[in-house]
C-alpha cells in the first residue's frame, strides 16, 4: 500500500507543532468524572452495569456532559465486559450528533473523539484500512501522542512495520521533548507497539 499521502498528512500536521498532551484529550472540568469512569471500566470485577450505572449518574449530576456520556458508553459497549458493537457505533453516531448540536472551543476534540471510536471499531472487526483512515482523521483534529499511537499500531497490523518505523523516525523530528516522552511510554506499554520499541528513545 502506497502511504505517501498518509504521511503527508500526519507529517504536515505535526510541522504546524500544535500538538497537545495526552492528558487534554478529556475536558479538564470532566476529568475528575471520566477518570472515575475509566477506573471501573479497568476492574475486572466491576460488572458492566455498575459501570454504566456510574456512567449515567455522572451525566446526571453534571459532573459529564452528554458527549463525554456518549463516548464512555461507547467505550464500556465496545470492550470485552459487553461486547456489542452495533450499540457500540450507535453510541458514536449519538457522540457525532451531540457533539456538533454542543458546538463551542471542544468541537474538533469532540468529533476527534467520535473518530477514534469508529476506528476501534472497524479495528476490532479486522477492517484495518478502514481504521487507518479513522484514526489518521482523529490525529488530524486533535494532535495527540495516543491518536498518532493508534495510526502507528494500525499499520503494524496491515504489515507496514517498515512504514511504521520510517513514521515514528519522522515524526519524532518535529515533537516536543514531552510529546516524544509521552509517544515513547505508549510504545513500551501497548504490545501492538512492540515491534517499535526499538524506536523509542527518551
Known sequence: ??????????????????????AD?????????????EQSLRSPSEPAEVSEGLIRRLHQEGQIDKVHMLSALHVLTASPKVGNHNLAAQYATEQEMAAMEMGGPRLQANLASVERHRGVLAFLKGHYGVALDYFSRAFEKQHTAGNLSNVLATLIRLGDVAEARALTTQVRETLAPELNHELNNI????????????????
Request: charged content about 20%; cysteine-free; glycine content about 4%.
Open 1 to 22: 500500500m502506497n502511504y505517501e499521502a498518509l504521511f503527508e498528512r500526519i507529517l504536515g500536521q505535526v510541522d504546524q507543532q500544535a500538538y497537545l498532551p495526552f
Open 25 to 37: 484529550v478529556v475536558d479538564p472540568n470532566q476529568k475528575a468524572g471520566m477518570e472515575a469512569i
Open 187 to 202: 510504545i513500551e506499554q501497548d504490545p501492538d507497539l512492540a515491534l517499535l520499541q526499538a524506536e523509542a528513545t527518551i
